[in-house]
């Protein structure tokens, strides 16, 4: 089995900055890739950001520019170091991991970004 844990959310103003953080553990022995979703209250699920091999990135338009996914391999986490954030980036975020071995996507449970004056 493979465990995703979470951190880094919280509530912020616009303008600021938060990094989130998802490690992941257990079964895993490689990783085809990691990645960030977010849902919105009455909005559905959308990819945030997607990072494959340790350096090949992929963004929504709505945060290129202002998010940054990264990851550490020997620790197998991913971040999402996100700056000026808006309100429209309120919601809940999930980490993704796409395990290699069996072709599972495993996620997170979920963090609250809230960006509110």
């Given amino acids: 089995q493979v465990h995703l844990v979470e951190s880094g959310g919280g509530l912020v103003q616009p303008g600021g900055s938060l990094r989130l953080s998802c490690a992941a553990s257990g079964r895993i022995f490689s990783i085809n890739a990691m990645g960030w979703f977010r849902q919105a209250p009455g ?3 959308e990819l945030v950001a997607t990072i494959r091999s340790g350096s090949k990135t992929n ?13 550490d391999n020997a ?8 700056n000026s954030l808006k309100a429209e980036d309120t919601a809940v975020y999930y980490c993704n991991v796409a395990v290699a071995w069996n072709g599972v996507n495993y996620w997170g449970q979920g963090t609250q970004v809230t960006v509110s004056s």
């Fill in 75 to 82: 620790k197998n986490t991913v971040y999402l170091q996100m």
């Fill in 43 to 45: 909005k559905e699920r």
């Fill in 59 to 71: 963004y929504a338009d709505s945060v290129k520019g202002r998010f940054t996914i990264s990851t």
